[in-house]
Structure formats: structure tokens, C-alpha cells
């Protein structure tokens, strides 16, 4: 089946872009380099093609309450402008999604969703939700552009001519752009300061150049983002989630706020493996499915992520491990061609990211 193509994909692949399929989209994996477009969104700014990601829109007078019992979010604390990350979980507590609820006002929302969920996510909300409660998947005439890097800010400023230092982290604002509506939210998959920009498809390109015609801006692609979310400890749908495990095992209890009865909400608490994270000497890395064992050889878990970390100069992992080995400090990773030694750590992995920097009016964070 040919994969879905974004409204950048020709500007990809007329700049030389490795392409791949991913969750059913042909995307760009590296320009220059993984390791370097990683560096320079850690230095300066990234630009990242993120059009395959889902967003749908709720509405309705009873959508405050329908939405509160279909997914994790804390909707009652959740103002207009803010926007808030949790899970759409099945009724074990399992989870069947990430994803950021966007609040525009009293019963209107928009929910952002994994590319590979998209089509489950959508079924299982329209089931959940009323008929009063409108529900529109405005996914295919929406682009998502990611700004991220300690320069961000100031790029974006400088492009779409406007202050957005008064913007706090997991809030957003609508504005335009080229004379068409634009989303701006300060959130992102990097660990570092960073917009998430949602328009128009026919806009996306004009957008992209735009950014990138700041000499801080390099275009980055999914391999980058993939080995940047790691070090910041951010979890990847399909390995650190899944419907086998709930958000307390992957060390989300603190965000199970929510005082409505949500579907999967007494479950979600369950614990039965923890997500640990590991660092290793050098730069082999463990890759998603070895056999995490105790020094004795007793298999006690299994590696969900696991890369080389550019900005810390070893390799790291995140693995699932039985509750009752969870509190151990070393481990063996069983990798496809020997073993490797590994040493239980804490998250973040990189922990000099700016993503939740205060910004105060007249000031910014720059490259260090």
C-alpha cells in the first residue's frame, strides 16, 4: 500500500532527504545526519515535518464532561489556552494513545494523536462520546510544522512578527500567517524550548521556507527527533506505551489527576513492571526487545528504546522490569551479538534542556 505523502514531502526530497516509511507516511529520517541535525537542534534550532500526527476536533454544550470520561486529562483544571498531555487508555487501563488535549473555550476542544493510532483513536472516542458531542477529524487539512531549540523563540518571532514571550509552557495561541489561521503552542518532543505550529496544508511549505531562511534553523528529521526524545526520557507510543501496560508502569501516575470516572481509570494505577532507565558505557546500543537480566542471568525485563546519546557521549536505554526488580542497579543487557553492561540512572537522561524555561519580556534563551 503506497505511503500517505505530507505537504512537504517534494521539498524533502528535492533537498536530498533519506525518505521511509513510517506509521504509514513516507517521512524524512535524516538530511545532514542524525547526529548532527540532533546537535544543532540542541545548540540552535530544528525544524521538524510532524503532518502525520492526528488532530481532531470536539465539540458541544456536554463535551466538558463526555471528554472528561473518555480520556486521562484533568479537563476541570484545563483553561482556555492551555493544552494538556495525558492518555485515551482501554477499560483494563491499558493505554491505546498519547496525546495533548487543546482547550479553546467551554466545550470545545482539540485532541492531537499519534499518526499510527489515529484511525483506533477516532472510533473509540466517537464511541465514547454522546451524540450531542460533535467529533471531526480535520487531520488531512491540517500541517504540523515543530520549531525546537533554544533559538526558537527568537526565530519565530522574527518570522511570523510577533511577541510570544509571554506564552508558558503547555499553552498556546491562535494567530495567522500568509493570511491564514495559525496555531502556535509551546510544547514539543525535544526536551528543549519549542513550538508545535498547526495551518493549513497549503501553507506549510511557505511557512517552512520561511523558517528556515534563519541561518539558526537546519531542517531535522525523524531519526533526530527519535534520539532527542530519548535523552529527554520521553516516551514513543508502541514501545515505552502500549495497551499492556498502564501509565503508572511507565512512571505517569503523578499526571492521573482526573477526578471523573474515565474509562480505564481504576486500572490505571496497576503496577506489575516498572520503566527504568539505563545507561551504558560506550556507544553500542540496546535496541527495542533485548533481555534485560540481572548479573546472575535472571531475565527480569525487556528493552523498549535504546540508542547512542549524542549529547551525553554513551549509549542509553529505557526497558520494562519486573516491579520486584525495579530498585536494582545493575543489569545485563543480552544484545544480538554479546552482552552489555548496564547501570539503572535517573530521567531526564540530558537533563540541560530548555523546554521549560521561563521566559520573561526582552529576554530569551540563546546557544550556549
Known amino acids: 500500500m503506497p505511503e500517505v505523502r505530507t505537504p512537504l514531502t517534494g521539498w524533502h526530497m528535492a533537498h536530498g532527504a533519506k525518505m521511509a516509511p513510517f506509521a504509514g507516511w513516507l517521512m524524512p529520517i535524516q538530511y545532514e545526519g542524525i547526529v548532527l541535525e540532533h546537535e544543532h537542534t540542541r545548540r540552535r534550532a530544528g525544524v521538524f515535518d510532524i503532518c502525520h500526527m492526528g488532530e481532531f476536533l470536539i465539540g458541544g454544550p456536554d463535551a466538558d464532561a463526555a471528554l472528561g470520561r473518555a480520556v486521562s486529562h484533568n479537563l476541570a483544571t484545563l483553561k482556555p489556552g492551555g493544552c494538556r498531555y495525558g492518555f485515551l487508555l482501554n477499560r483494563e487501563g491499558g493505554v491505546l494513545d498519547d496525546c495533548i488535549v487543546y482547550r479553546f473555550g467551554p466545550g470545545n476542544f482539540m485532541i492531537v494523536v499519534n499518526a499510527a493510532c489515529a484511525a483506533g483513536d477516532f472510533a473509540t472516542l466517537r464511541e465514547r462520546l454522546p451524540s450531542s458531542v460533535s467529533l471531526t477529524d480535520v487531520s488531512a487539512g491540517t500541517a504540523k510544522i515543530d520549531l525546537q531549540g533554544p533559538e526558537s523563540l527568537s526565530v519565530l518571532e522574527r518570522v511570523i512578527g510577533q511577541n510570544f514571550h509571554d506564552l508558558p509552557y503547555f499553552s498556546f495561541r491562535r494567530t495567522s500567517f500568509c493570511d491564514g489561521p495559525l ?82 481509570k481504576a486500572g490505571a494505577v496497576n503496577v506489575r513492571e516498572r520503566l527504568i532507565a539505563l545507561r551504558l558505557e560506550g556507544r553500542r546500543a540496546a535496541r527495542n526487545g533485548d533481555v534485560l537480566a540481572l548479573p546472575d542471568g535472571v531475565a527480569v525485563g525487556r528493552v523498549t528504546s535504546g540508542s547512542f546519546a549524542p549529547s551525553l557521549g554513551c549509549a542509553v536505554a529505557l526497558a520494562f522490569v519486573d516491579a520486584a526488580h525495579a530498585g536494582a542497579e545493575d543489569f545485563v543487557l543480552r544484545a544480538a551479538r554479546n552482552d552489555l553492561a548496564a547501570k539503572r540512572t535517573s530521567l531526564p537522561f540530558y537533563a540541560e534542556g530548555t523546554a521549560r524555561v521561563k521566559l520573561s519580556c526582552g529576554s530569551a534563551v540563546t546557544a550556549g
Not at 514513543?236 to 480505564?264: K, R
Open 183 to 264: 496555531l502556535v503552542s509551546r510544547t514539543g518532543y525535544t526536551g528543549e524550548l519549542g513550538y508545535e505550529l498547526y495551518l493549513p496544508p497549503e501553507a506549510a511549505e511557505s511557512l517552512w521556507t520561511a523558517l528556515q531562511s534563519d541561518d539558526r534553523v537546519k531542517p531535522a528529521g525523524l531519526g533526530a527527533r527519535d534520539t532527542l526524545r530519548l535523552e529527554a526520557g520521553l516516551p514513543l507510543y508502541g514501545h515505552e506505551l502500549d495497551e499492556m501496560h498502564t501509565p503508572a508502569e511507565a512512571g505517569f501516575a503523578a499526571l492521573l489527576t482526573s477526578g471523573a470516572d474515565y474509562v480505564g
